[in-house]
């Protein structure tokens, strides 16, 4: 666009040029952008602020018609603003969003005689504030759970309603109006009030976010709530408490019936296993083990089919487990087989646990042992019809006592007729009938107490539902047919003929029933004991304390011994005895206690936990307790030991030699031990958070690390960064951390610094090799001359011109020997699967190709793979040689046998010669170091040791019949 002479335009010209220059330094000053438009809207003046803003200069803007200059800007609101404020004169204000620039601009056009003034500033960030105010809001006034605002005011003593939303004023039932500006005393009772400031105090007083589950009386008349506080810090004061709570009540009912459901199942008379849905055992209780002689850990993880008699065939499961899948309940009976190999008939229940989409995810089983019950009812079948025909016996009996009357089913019963039973005494029937442990004259002594209607001694009067009173008394009879039974007999005074008193008796058998009471009775006591749970029953009125046989065992007494509150209080602890007293006179204001405390039962010491409840009368007096007692010893036992075992895996921790780092699955570290700090010089909160790929070369993938220790547990090594740049290598050992049910919750990462045994290692190398060198070079220069003196000296020295030259050639082969040492020591002991039958062919060939003069004799197994050292070829050809060479003979011969014996590869190397030197032997077997007269000789031997040693296997001598020796090498199979 072509430049216009703006010296027309400036509209600065006029007035004092002191004026002038004033009013451009304020505007270059002002934070705002400035920029002033003549009537034709080009830019006349743009201060400073403005070009920063607009990122371009004045010069390149004067003259430029504003539209042309932001072609984006024409057609919009801001072009009819700009326009419209200059041909009414009137000043007006926009914002706008500046597309090109991505910013928010408010804008504010001054009209004058000369077009306008412009002024802009950029209110991004304040737009942004306002969005995330109106977004909080927004979250704070749509969120389900309850949140407030609490001033906190006083030091942190008083604490202010500030706003709540209206989840919260739907929990409360209480307008916001009502609570803001309140403070909490003048909104709650004083139990919620208290409990509430707590934690408000232990807010403030932390300066930290803390969460409590919380029973607040003033909510819904009494439910359980989740809270969530967190402090709002200003110039490091806590000056506001913010807070989300919401409604758990629901959650801790099914908590609490959950855990009263587990209570009456662990310790139910009968037995109770769960199976998920393919019929694996998860769950059994006390009961199922005593019934069936399996433990828990026996059954978990089975099926019911651990319990198979053999008694049913697979037609009768199949029908079975169709019931249940099909989500019904399939009851009957199973004769089943107890783990010592008896068998018991069981009454089962089998019911399907279904999720709420009706799918069947679980079934449990319950069922009771009715062996006896099922002999008794075989033997009881024989005689069906007398026992049915004693249940609806009936008889009369005069004021004489004698039998006036009986129906056809007594009549039936003892199989007479009635001129045969009529006037008989009641007293000899009786006597005849009677159980041998029943007392007779109770039944005769209740006839004659209802016939003279005198209160009786036996029996209880029992109310019939027409309201009328009849004598019940139950007595025990003995029929040949069947046994013991029995029966219960209603007495009831009825008039004969003639006004003559008398008594009906009406008997039915009451065996089952008396049973099942002392099947029950039996059950509670079983439960007690295997609980190891006993209860208790306190007369307050009457100070008459009754316990159970189980809570007797417990404390160490005699079952009936007499009891009373003050000798039980001696038998507890003597440092507890002032809490448990309190804990029961407290128990007899509130209403109960549950507490734990030590008793002292045969000198030692024991631990119970009680739990009591008492009832109150009307007049509000407490009149009796009851409670139950279980002996924890076991428990407390076991919770010391896990806490001093986690004091010693935490001491472990802290001292264990070496850097300890433990991550979560990803390799996050997240803790450390002093170890790490002091070898990387982080400490572990600076640590704490970053990736294990922090202090880890740029080429360890430790994703890929986790998956190859997890595989194989070898240690690695690997190359570590310092806190202060150091690079080092680092031994490695990766762990697993699992988790409560079995799964890699995490890693724990051991690393030791080896770079010392590094540097060490490679130092050795170097002296071995500059060794080696020098003893090449210097035993080449000494053959040199030896052999010329042989070829050219006298005849005198020619002996022991050959010495020098056999005792070179053995000091070469020594620095072989002590390089191959040297190279396996300072090596990687790599481990590899090696074909030994192949190994020995090839080392043959070699050795005999070498020594023409020897045999070599084999006897190998074809097959043989071994876990070895790349170093077993040199190992195994050093034996060999070593038999020939130590040969007198001049043809040596050498027998080698492979063979397989236990798993493990047994070689044996057997020469024909004088043996091994005894001072080689001696390097070979011994344990101790090399000493000076002998570190010249036996290297290769030692070099073998090293290399079976490293095999994990074994190396032993003996001297064969020829006078020669056997070494035997052991090495397992791979």
Same mark, same amino acid.
């Given at each position: ?368 042992d009715i062996t006896d019950q099922k002999e008794r009812e075989r033997r009881l079948q024989t ?123 009406? $008997?039915?058998?009451?065996?089952? &029933?008396?049973?099942? @009471?002392?099947?029950? #009775? +039996?059950?509670?006591?079983? =439960? *007690? /004991? ?15 304390l009754q316990w159970s046989d189980e809570c007797y065992r417990i404390f160490g007494l005699d ?64 009149? $009796?307790?009851?409670?139950?007692? &279980?002996?924890?010893? @076991?428990?407390?036992? #076991? +919770?010391?030991?896990?806490? =001093? *075992? /986690? ?236 038999a020939i060479i130590h040969s007198d003979r001049e043809h040596p011969i050498v027998d080698i ?78």
């Amino acid at each position: 666009m072509k430049k216009i002479d703006i010296s027309s335009l400036d509209r600065s010209n006029t007035g004092f040029p002191e004026q002038k220059q004033a009013r451009s330094n304020a505007l270059e000053r002002v934070s705002d952008g400035v920029v002033s438009l003549n009537h034709e809207l080009r830019y006349t003046y743009v201060n400073r602020q403005a070009t920063e803003f607009l990122d371009t200069d004045a010069e390149s803007l004067l003259g430029e018609h504003i539209w042309d200059r932001f072609p984006n800007t024409e057609g919009t609101k801001a072009q009819d603003a700009i326009e419209r404020a200059i041909e009414t004169g009137q000043t007006t204000s926009f914002e706008r969003y500046n597309e090109n620039f991505e910013t928010w601009w408010e804008v504010r056009v001054h009209p004058d005689d000369t077009g306008a003034t412009v002024c802009f500033n950029d209110i991004t960030k304040k737009k942004e504030r306002l969005y995330d105010l109106e977004r909080a809001d927004t979250l704070f006034q749509n969120a389900q759970e309850g949140l407030f605002v609490i001033n906190v005011e006083d030091g942190g003593e008083t604490f202010r309603v500030n706003q709540v939303n209206p989840a919260y004023e739907t929990f409360s039932d209480t307008p916001a109006g009502e609570l803001q500006g309140k403070t909490i005393r003048e909104i709650t009772n004083k139990t919620d009030g208290d409990a509430i400031r707590e934690k408000y105090k232990e807010c403030v007083q932390r300066r930290t976010s803390i969460e409590y589950e919380e029973y607040l009386s003033a909510f819904d008349s009494g439910s359980w709530w989740e809270t969530r506080l967190a402090p709002v810090l200003v110039d490091d004061e806590v000056t506001q408490i913010v807070g989300s709570t919401r409604n758990i009540t629901e959650r801790k009912e099914r908590e609490q019936r959950l855990q009263k459901f587990e209570q009456m199942i662990e310790h139910t008379g009968h037995a109770v296993f769960f199976t998920d849905v393919s019929g694996q055992i998860e769950y059994v209780n006390p009961a199922f083990e005593e019934l069936t002689g399996y433990a828990a850990a026996d059954a978990l993880g089975e099926t019911p089919q651990l319990l198979s008699s053999g008694e049913h065939d697979d037609s009768f499961f199949a029908a079975l487990w169709e019931t249940v899948l099909d989500g019904d309940v399939w009851t009957g009976e199973i004769v089943n087989e107890r783990k010592d190999g008896t068998r018991f008939v069981a009454n089962h229940t089998i019911a399907p646990v279904m999720d709420d989409s009706g799918d069947v995810t679980h079934f449990v089983a319950i069922y009771d042992d009715i062996t006896d019950q099922k002999e008794r009812e075989r033997r009881l079948q024989t005689h069906e019809l007398i026992v049915q025909a004693m249940n609806e016996v009936a008889f009369l009996v005069n004021e004489d006592k004698r039998i006036q009357f009986a129906n056809d089913a007594a009549l039936d019963y003892a199989d007479v007729s009635l001129e045969a039973i009529k006037g008989i005494p009641i007293e000899s029937v009786t006597e005849e009938m009677a159980a041998p442990d029943e007392d007779p004259q109770r039944f005769v002594d209740a006839i004659t107490a209802v016939l003279e209607n005198e209160e009786p001694d036996v029996g209880e009067w029992v109310q019939e539902p027409d309201g009328s009173e009849t004598l019940s008394l139950e007595f025990d009879l003995f029929l040949e047919s069947v046994g013991e039974v029995c029966v219960e007999q209603r007495l009831v005074p009825v008039k004969l003929y003639g006004g003559e008193r008398g008594v009906a008796v009406i $008997s039915r058998d009451v065996t089952t &029933r008396r049973q099942k @009471e002392e099947e029950i #009775q +039996t059950h509670l006591e079983q =439960a *007690q /004991k295997v609980g190891h749970v006993g209860s208790w029953h306190l007369n307050i009125d009457t100070n008459d304390l009754q316990w159970s046989d189980e809570c007797y065992r417990i404390f160490g007494l005699d079952p009936g011994t007499p009891m009373t509150y003050k000798w039980f209080l001696e038998m507890v602890h003597p440092e507890d005895r002032e809490k448990v007293d309190e804990a029961w006179s407290e128990a007899l204001k509130e209403g109960g206690y549950d507490i734990e405390h030590r008793i002292v039962v045969d000198g030692k010491t024991r631990w119970v936990q009680e739990t009591a409840e008492v009832e109150f009368g009307c007049d509000g007096e407490p009149k $009796s307790g009851i409670g139950v007692v &279980r002996d924890i010893t @076991e428990q407390v036992q #076991q +919770t010391r030991e896990i806490r =001093a *075992q /986690k004091e010693r895996y935490e001491s472990l921790f802290e001292n264990v030699r070496g850097a300890v780092v433990v991550t979560d699955l990803g390799g996050t570290i997240t803790t450390c031990n002093p170890g790490f700090v002091d070898m990387f010089g982080y400490e572990s909160g600076e640590i704490e958070g970053n990736n294990l790929s922090t202090i880890t070369d740029e080429s360890t993938d430790v994703e890929q690390l986790f998956k190859i220790t997890e595989s194989s547990q070898e240690a690695l090594l690997l190359d570590y960064q310092k806190k202060s740049g150091q690079i080092f290598p680092g031994e490695t050992g990766v762990l697993p951390l699992p988790t409560q049910n079995g799964d890699t919750g995490g890693y724990v990462v051991h690393i030791i610094d080896v770079s010392e045994e590094q540097a060490n290692h490679e130092q050795l190398q170097v002296l071995s090799r500059v060794f080696r060198h020098n003893v090449k070079n210097d035993m080449n220069i000494i053959q040199g001359h030896a052999e010329l003196i042989e070829q050219q000296g006298p005849d005198t020295v020619l002996s022991s011109t050959r010495k020098i030259l056999k005792r070179s050639e053995k000091f070469v082969e020594m620095s072989k020997n002590n390089q191959r040492i040297i190279d396996l020591l300072t090596g990687s002991t790599e481990i590899v699967d090696t074909n030994l039958f192949q190994r020995i062919q090839q080392i043959i060939s070699d050795v005999q190709a070498e020594y023409p003069a020897a045999t070599v004799q084999t006897d190998l197994a074809a097959e043989c793979w071994v876990s070895a050292p790349r170093g077993i070829d040199k190992a195994i050809r050093e034996l060999v040689v070593n038999a020939i060479i130590h040969s007198d003979r001049e043809h040596p011969i050498v027998d080698i046998e492979l063979h397989v014996v236990d798993g493990m590869a047994e070689l044996t190397v057997r020469d024909d010669g004088p043996g091994i030197p005894e001072q080689e032997w001696s390097v070979l077997m011994a344990d101790s170091e090399i000493n000076p007269l002998s570190h010249g000789t036996g290297l290769g031997l030692w070099f073998v040791k090293q290399v079976v040693r490293r095999s994990n296997g074994t190396l032993s001598l003996d001297t064969n019949d020829s006078g020669g020796a056997d070494v035997i090498i052991r090495l397992p199979e791979s």
